[in-house]
């Protein structure tokens, strides 16, 4: 089947009462293992490609691996998403490679770090909006401004400082439609989220939970969700890294998100750490090995483990076959009739 708009998914997600995961690749071996995941645990997926991971592959590389997963896994409902599109360009650059899916994060201006003001986020998510919704591809916004740098999307910030405000969030999605919304709530990109377990005061799930009172019919995505394991930062450091201890977001807060109105879980983190943490150990273990695929299937293998074991608590798993994909014209047209009604 061909790459799925995510709105479909994520209406379906609600229909269903579950959340589904976006994991971010940059390569071949993310991509496998992502599909493979979803095969074992019968999932629809979506699969998030940064800014900084179109450049890394020069994106058409990027395209085409996507093409080649809809061709290999046809019974597997596939989004492929913009994630953080820091500006109108790439947003559309996205829309016209043949990504089904964007994210407009409008809360910081271009450069990717600066917080912009609300009339610079209305207008040019507004402006991504119509470009993509005649073509039926879907649109995340983000409103509030979510902590960490690490990845080069974030303002640097600690996560609480510009937390969602719930009115200003019901503003925004009535002036420009989005399909999906992103929410600060303190959560942060990176490894390095939480000093201790977090509790309501640093990670605000009482103000989610206001959001979707509000937005009862916006699906909301969380960001910076990746739980940042313990068993995942203690194979990387016994084969030498130098993780500091830190903590993630715990996947009960996530579920608790899920059964309020969070459709979308961002996870590119736990993704890294398994890989790292099962190539440190290769190298380690076995440093007569030279091959590439001596270290590269351990690590493929391992992110599949942690991104099926994510599936299934955020309770996609078995919803793959549910429903039959709708063309991207067919979304355009319910775009267009819902617009003229
Ligand atoms: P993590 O760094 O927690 O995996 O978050 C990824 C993310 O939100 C991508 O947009």
Redesign the pocket.
């Known amino acids: 089947m061909p790459l799925v708009s995510m709105r479909q998914l994520l209406d379906e997600a609600a229909k269903g009462g579950y959340g589904v995961g976006a994991f971010?690749v940059n390569n071949m071996e993310q991509i496998q293992a992502i599909m493979e995941a979803a095969r074992e645990t019968k999932s629809p997926v979506i699969v998030q490609a940064?800014r900084g991971a179109r450049s890394y592959s020069q994106d058409r590389f990027l395209y085409h691996l996507m093409l080649a997963a809809t061709e290999l896994y046809p019974e597997t409902p596939m989004a492929l998403h913009q994630?953080?599109g820091n500006s109108v360009e790439t947003c559309k650059s996205a829309i016209a490679m043949g990504f089904t899916s964007v994210m407009m994060d409008g809360s910081l201006m271009p450069d990717g770090k600066t917080p912009s003001t609300f009339e610079y986020n209305v207008k040019a998510t507004r402006e991504i909006v119509e470009a993509a919704h005649a073509k039926g591809v879907t649109v995340e916004g983000e409103i509030g401004v979510l902590g960490g740098i690490e990845?080069g999307?974030g303002a640097g910030l600690d996560g609480l400082s510009h937390l969602t405000d719930p009115d200003q969030a019901a503003e925004f999605v009535r002036l420009t439609g989005v399909d999906a919304l992103a929410i600060a709530i303190g959560?942060s990109?990176?490894a390095y989220?939480f000093t201790k377990k977090p509790t309501g005061e640093t990670l605000k799930m009482d103000r989610l939970i206001e959001i979707h009172k509000r937005l009862p019919n916006t699906h909301l995505v969380m960001?910076?969700?990746?739980s940042v394991p313990k068993e995942l930062q203690d194979i990387i450091n016994q084969y030498g890294g130098k993780l500091k201890p830190t903590w993630?977001v715990p996947v009960e807060e996530i579920q608790l998100g899920i059964k309020n109105g969070v459709r979308k879980v961002?996870?590119?983190?736990?993704c890294r750490l398994a890989i790292t943490g099962a190539i440190r150990k290769v190298f380690a273990e076995k440093p007569e090995e030279f091959d590439p695929r001596s270290y590269l299937k351990p690590a493929r293998e391992a992110m599949k483990k942690v991104v099926a074991l994510r599936m299934t608590q955020f309770g996609q798993a078995g919803h793959a076959g549910d429903y039959t994909p709708l063309p991207l014209e067919e979304m355009a047209k319910r775009y267009r009739e819902h617009a003229a009604a």
């Open positions: 971010n940064s994630d953080h990845d999307h959560t990109h990176g989220k960001h910076g969700s990746s993630g961002n996870v590119d983190t736990d």
